[in-house]
């Protein structure tokens, strides 16, 4: 299996534009999750979804951030309009769901000036 | 709320010693335990898991965590610590009735030859 796979790996964007983060989970796995790491706030959880449906966006930070599963093999993290302090790195991780383990992607590295 | 400690937050060892990273979490009842290792610019990696039985667990590489219901605590350890352990490690809890993971803020890990 190729694992977890988030595209692209590295974004760099200027303040104001629109930023798409792209997550495909393992085949076979119904659990979805959106995670922010930053030096000062550490690993954040974002959103989940489980069958597709998010289930909790409690840790969404305000309406510029946006989450979709339209389908069980794609999922998308958009933040528009971009600002400075979204820069972080952005994993995406799948689970078989009900308190199964995660397996995280490789990140996206995300920059915004 | 629940909430997961990790009270070292930098260490720094030579080869051979021996680790131990604290770790608290404070959910009284069922949960299930995770230790992460994230190694420079990589994403993060099941290091081992506790779900129920034998409260001794034993992960990749070496390292074994031990819970103890009565403490709150799921303590990481390895014996003989090798440079190429240099890397940040996260305690992980599930949330009760979610399959949320709360991470506890990472301690980073640095092993001198």
């Known amino acids: 299996d190729a694992g977890v796979i988030q595209s692209p790996r590295h974004e760099v964007t200027e303040m104001g534009q629109e930023v798409t983060l792209r997550c495909k989970p393992i085949?076979?796995?119904?659990?979805l999750f959106w995670y922010r790491q930053t030096m000062m706030r550490g690993l954040e959880l974002l959103i989940y979804?489980?069958?597709?449906?998010?289930?909790?966006d409690s840790g969404m930070p305000e309406d510029r951030f946006s989450a979709k599963m339209p389908n069980a093999s794609f999922s998308t993290l958009k933040i528009q309009p971009s600002e400075p302090r979204d820069s972080a790195v952005y994993f995406c991780?799948?689970?078989?769901?009900?308190?199964?383990?995660?397996?995280f992607g490789p990140g996206t590295r995300l920059l915004v000036l | 709320a629940q909430s997961v400690s990790q009270h070292n937050h930098h260490v720094i060892l030579s080869e051979a010693a021996s680790l131990e990273l604290g770790c608290n979490y404070s959910?009284?009842?069922?949960?299930?335990l995770f230790w992460y290792v994230q190694y420079p610019g990589q994403h993060l990696q099941l290091l081992l898991k506790y779900f129920s039985g034998d409260p001794l667990v034993k992960g990749i590489k070496g390292f074994e965590a031990e819970f103890i219901k009565s403490k709150f605590s799921f303590n990481l350890r390895k014996p003989s610590v090798q440079w190429s352990d240099t890397a940040e490690y996260f305690c992980?809890?599930?949330?009760?009735?979610?399959?949320?993971?709360?991470f506890g803020t990472g301690t980073r890990l640095q092993v001198f030859p």
């Open positions: 992980a809890v599930n949330a009760p009735n979610t399959d949320k993971l709360i």
């Open positions: 979804f489980n069958n597709n449906v998010p289930i909790d």
């Open positions: 085949s076979g796995h119904n659990s």
């Open positions: 991780a799948s689970s078989t769901g009900q308190k199964e383990t995660q397996y």
């Open positions: 959910y009284g009842g069922t949960v299930n």
